[in-house]
């Protein structure tokens, strides 16, 4: 699976997510002693400019989350030796060999019964044990649920009624996103502010032009900041996503 922004492949662009939503729910809701020890070893996330300054400086609480040259003794990691006298296609099944025994035998370990076909397929990877992404399914979803929260919401004083007027802002926010490797031209913006949508009608029978309904966008936009708000209660409670 390649990297992209619908389906990252590395943690790291979880725990930016996480962080984010960390912050954001440090400053609107009331904490316990007990949820802010939870997070002593981020350290005080408010201090650092941006995610990057701070994944600098903590990241390695999260262990090795990329493959790299070297050794490591960090017990999520497995060291191999990989002969470069054969053709890299070969090592590659060799190795996705071993990393797929090794990793169903930790998750095997302690269960009554072996992992199923099943959840086999959608666990074949270790979590951190202390700090879980619970669903790496939802990326997508996470980030533009943030951008809507945090830089409309937020940033227009959270307003009590959202009508035309902040969906309009949302718009306006959304085009201001430019092309990346992991934002693609089609994921600029949510699926529910695309012009051709599920839901959406013709202009007329046969027609080729749509138009968007906007009491639809206006019932996902504020889904959106539900789901922001329980991500944001999540994350207090040390899980994420929700």
Known sequence: MSDTYDRPKSSKQFYRLWFEYVRISQSELKWSKKQKDFYSEWGDIQSFKNFDSWWKEKGHIFGDIRVEIGSS???DSLNLRV???QSITKSIDQIRTILEKEIED???KGRDK???PKERDKKLRLNHKKYPILSMDKYRTLDDDLI????VY???GKPKRLGEPFLQLVEERFAR???TSHRSKEHLKPDFMQVKNKG???MEEGDDQWYRQRDSELRSLRRSLDRAKKTLKSVQEGKFPS
């Open 106 to 108: 930790r998750l095997n």
């Open 114 to 116: 072996p992992l199923t």
């Open 177 to 179: 996103i430019k092309v």
């Open 148 to 151: 809507i929260y945090r830089d």
């Open 73 to 75: 003794r960090h017990q």
């Open 83 to 85: 002969p470069l006298t």
């Open 154 to 156: 937020l940033k227009n």
């Open 200 to 202: 959406d009608k013709r």
